[in-house]
């Protein structure tokens, strides 16, 4: 059984570009969530994927969007970065029925210049 | 406005010792809390939960209690180990088809040998 992983692990981008972050869920999870931590901070919900498509959305502008594709695994792109993007964006896969249990990947470290 | 407050940024306890970490929130909806562990370079690992029906749940040496009527949860760890140095948060989980964590600032907790 192989855990949540996430891919890269580092990035570097400048304001005003786009980015794409990817992240595969745990085997037989069928829901995603990404969460962005910023520094000294908890993670804050930026939206869900179940059945591809998003099924919840936190305060985050439109800018934040997301793909879930068939085998579960799913995107987070983010448009016209800003400085304060600059941080730790997490995904985290559960089943929808056991929501209870979330599991986290590594996370990507993003970092906008 | 946040929702799950952990009001400590930091504890130190001695090896042995009893650590005692505390998360205050204010959403009655929220139906079930968690507690997860996070080193650095890594994503969050689930510790354990409790649902808002429970006051009590215990798994090995941690011990989570839940005062409803205070909106209030607590972490015991006894005793405690050098390898339980780590940031721990607390979360949240609404009640719905998105269940979204809501996550405390988190607490940095070391235990000293």
């Known amino acids: 059984e192989t855990g949540v992983t996430q891919s890269p692990t580092h990035l570097i981008k400048t304001r005003g570009q786009q980015v794409t972050l990817r992240c595969s869920s745990q085997?037989?999870?069928?829901?995603v969530s990404w969460y962005q931590q910023a520094l000294g901070q908890g993670p804050q919900f930026i939206f869900q994927?179940?059945?591809?498509?998003?099924?919840g959305r936190g305060n985050f502008p439109p800018r934040f969007s997301g793909l879930q594709f068939p085998n579960y695994s799913s995107e987070l792109n983010v448009n016209a970065l800003e400085l304060d993007d600059s941080a730790l964006y997490l995904c985290?896969?559960?089943?929808?029925?056991?929501?209870?249990?979330?599991?986290f990947g590594p996370g990507t470290r993003l970092l906008v210049l | 406005d946040q929702q799950v407050k952990q009001n400590s940024p930091s504890l130190s306890v001695q090896e042995g010792r009893i650590s005692i970490l505390n998360c205050d929130y204010t959403n009655s909806m929220f139906d079930y809390f968690l507690w997860y562990k996070k080193y650095p370079a890594e994503g969050p690992t689930f510790l354990i939960s409790?649902?808002?029906?429970?006051d009590k749940n215990e798994d090995g040496r941690f011990t989570v209690f839940l005062n409803k009527s205070a909106k209030h949860l607590s972490l015991h760890i006894v005793p405690s180990q050098p390898g339980d140095s780590a940031v721990y948060f607390c979360?949240?989980?609404?009640?719905?088809?998105?269940?979204?964590?809501?996550f405390g600032s988190g607490t940095q907790l070391t235990v000293l040998p």
């Open positions: 979360a949240a989980l609404s009640s719905g088809s998105a269940r979204q964590l809501t």
């Open positions: 985290a896969s559960s089943l929808a029925t056991n929501q209870e249990t979330q599991y």
């Open positions: 994927y179940y059945r591809e498509e998003e099924n």
């Open positions: 085997s037989g999870h069928n829901t």
């Open positions: 409790i649902s808002s029906i429970k």
